[in-house]
């Protein structure tokens, strides 16, 4: 796909590649420190430089790394760290399926390629536009995923390299850079909300923060994000007008 | 600058187990097309799960109980703020990591 015949195609401008490129760049700084902060994790946890470009490249998942990262420093068994892996990331099957109906249209082998790279920050970016009224396409969505997908392994290697020279990449807040960016994306879908429904929303807002809670006295958060966020999805179907 | 062949299993079969949850919707729902409920109860997803990411960073289980982490909860406010004032995604994520940096040096 050439950026020239993007540019004198005749699809509108913010359906196309350099669109989602040019969409991805405020999220940018989160992937950087967080891939900065996974590969300096992944340094101290005794994990090569070579490991953490293909960890990066492969498994592509932030909080994955890091778990993974310190299971390979406690010599945790590889079908542990593997389910583990699996665990944590299971809430994609929740992302993408909330996106994907926007992309049926396009062929089976686009869909698998966007569903390949999609993060929490590209579906919040997506989500957001589609929130604020706006479309989406497989070239946008494609510029989106691979800026964050190359600056996310170009950050990890970074991290990875310097890690031997920076052993608390938390004294710096760069860990926070993600929770932050998660709340940015709330706030946003809650501001493109109809004032009539604002209401409900954040009812819902509510009813997360507190199963997030409770559930949290029984299982581990990564399950907690998945059932709390199934039983209020359902909670706002029923109770919508 | 090496790779144990150990390690490269296990990034291989972590490989897979985050491909299949991101690929599956995307290869079911291209076929398939879905009831007016289930569209409905997708698109309450994204608040969702935003707010379960945000309350995961904000909640620590101890072996008793759970409680709030304080640092965090100090560097949600001005994030917080920021967020609901610049409307500015990377505005945002500079003042929450800012604010936790200020946190950690002075608690």
Known sequence: MSIASELSGTKPDSLSFLHGV??????LLGYVCIGFAAGIVGASSGVSTMEIAFMSALVYAGASQFIMCSMLAAASPPSVIILTTFIVNARHLLLSASLAPY?????LWKNIGIGALLTDESFGV?????????????????GLNITAYLAWIASCVAGGVLGNWISRPEAFGLDFALPAMFLALLISQLQSVQTSKLKHRLLLVLCMAVLMYLLSWWVPSHISVIVATMITATIGVLTDK | MSINPNVLYIIIGAMIVTAIPRIIPFVVLQRLALPKPVLQWLSYIPICIFTALVMENLLVRTESSVTLNGQVLMAVFPTLVTALWSKNLLATVVVG???????????
């Open chain 1, 22 to 27: 040019k969409d991805c760049i405020p999220t």
């Open chain 1, 103 to 107: 992309f049926s249209k396009y062929s």
């Open chain 1, 126 to 142: 997506a989500s957001d536009k589609l929130a604020k009224g706006g479309q989406v396409s497989d070239r946008w969505m494609n």
């Open chain 2, 97 to 107: 990591i800012v604010s936790m940096a200020v946190v950690r040096l002075l608690w």
